[in-house]
């Protein structure tokens, strides 16, 4: 419930993708917000009231001179109950109503009059996505702090196929979460590297050494930085994770492909946090053909470049140096030695034999050891919270 005591006003326009609007008041009811509906005379024509109305759990606005219910100028109490308003779908013709001022309607007067946050998800025909009238539209809006969702590329309701198409309920709500829960961009201006996921190291064709890593801590990492503000370049090895859609996103495979993405990219950044579960080891030899099953095996395996290690050789006093440290004893003395051997302002310290920490849940407990050797023990959280923990230290 992280949207308790938050009030959405969706304002819900026109178009075929109307009814998905449905999903995203539902999906936002889940996570604890009140959702109060306002709809265009229009949308009504796709979805009625009534269904908003049920869905939501209160009176949908629609008229402006609809007899009261109560004392009060709807409009007006709308725009002061909104801790964000959201436009979903939005049409081309809001979008022109309030770039240009107009407001003749419940949902552009509505936006005329708040002062809170507004996002707007447009959906439509691609050409007319690609008007510039629209497109300068948009810009004027953006300019002035408006948030976008971009539409989607897919097959649009009139058949044409093209970018338009309403973005993925989850991704609004998502976004409409983001846009509640970081108001402030404290990291506008700074550019981070985040490693993610497991290496695979392959020994032949079919057969690959691996971990259990799963991603979820470092896409944690890079999803807060992005809604903090942060230009965000995501290395990640292979995981079942989405990324993050405004992240510059570089899949790898092995360590030595993480080890050249990650050095490639590491002068361009101000900060770098190794979340990912890198192989030491990799097999000496790659065979061409699947190895035959030949009653037992060994595998001989050779070191692989410790890319933490290295950045701290490079960069280490020049550029904020994070390091993660996964143990299953010793945790802190181990995490000590490898904040100091590799050089870095910070190390997080997980045991992945604690219950809630490390591996695959969406939970973890950590201790922050910086270099001066001051500890900071969280307890169990969400790994976004220790995304925030870990972002916090960051200036
Ligand atoms: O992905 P999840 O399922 O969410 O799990 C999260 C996690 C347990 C993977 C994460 O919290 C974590 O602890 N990541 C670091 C895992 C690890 O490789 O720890 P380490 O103690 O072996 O390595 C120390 C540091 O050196 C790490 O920052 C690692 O990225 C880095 N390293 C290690 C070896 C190597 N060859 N190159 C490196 O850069």
Aim: aromatic share 4%; glycine share 6%; charged share 25%.
């Amino acid at each position: 419930m992280v949207l308790k005591g938050k009030t959405v006003v969706l304002g819900v326009t026109g178009g075929i993708a109307v009814y998905k609007a449905l999903d995203v008041v539902s999906g936002l009811k889940k996570l604890g917000a009140d959702v109060k509906v306002m709809m265009t005379k229009s949308a009504t024509e796709f979805v009625s009231p009534i269904t908003f109305q049920a869905i939501s759990q209160n009176p949908v606005a629609v008229s402006m001179f609809e007899e009261p219910k109560a004392w009060e100028i709807q409009h007006i109490s709308l725009a002061k109950a909104a801790d964000i308003i959201a436009i979903i779908p939005a049409t081309a013709n809001i979008i022109g109503k309030i770039a240009n001022g107009i407001a003749d309607d419940m949902v552009s007067t509505t936006v005329m009059a708040t002062t809170a946050p507004v996002i707007i998800a447009p959906a439509m025909n691609t050409n007319m996505y690609k008007n510039p009238i629209l497109c300068r539209n948009i810009k004027t809006l953006k300019d002035l702090d408006y948030l976008f969702i971009n539409p989607d590329c897919g097959r649009l309701a009139c058949g044409d196929t093209g970018e338009g198409k309403l973005a993925s309920v989850d991704t609004i709500i998502d976004e409409i979460r983001n846009a509640l829960l970081y108001p402030v961009k404290d990291l506008k201006g700074k550019k981070i590297l985040v490693t993610a996921g497991p290496t695979q190291e392959a020994f032949d064709p079919v057969r690959y050494i691996t971990n259990h890593s799963s991603g979820k801590m470092g896409y944690a990492i890079a999803k807060a930085a992005l809604c903090r503000g942060a230009e965000v370049i995501l290395v990640s090895g292979k995981t079942n994770i989405l990324p993050p859609p405004n992240a510059n996103f570089i899949s790898v495979t092995s360590a030595r492909d993480m080890y050249d993405a990650v050095m490639e990219n590491a002068e361009s950044c101000d900060v770098i946090i190794k979340a990912a579960a890198v192989a030491d080891y990799r097999p000496e030899t790659i065979s061409d053909e699947k190895i035959k099953k030949n009653g037992n095996m060994t595998l001989s395996l050779t070191s692989n470049p410790d890319i933490l290690k290295s950045l701290g050789e490079k960069f280490g006093g020049r550029k904020t140096l994070i390091g993660f440290c996964m143990e299953t004893q010793d945790l802190i003395e181990n995490a000590t030695h490898k904040l100091k051997s590799k050089n870095l302002d910070f190390i997080v310290a997980n045991n992945i034999k604690n219950e809630g920490a490390g591996f695959g849940v969406d939970t973890n407990i950590v201790t922050i050891i910086d270099k001066n050797g001051e500890k900071n023990t969280l307890p169990l959280s969400s790994k976004e919270d220790v995304a925030n923990k870990i972002l916090d230290r960051i200036k």
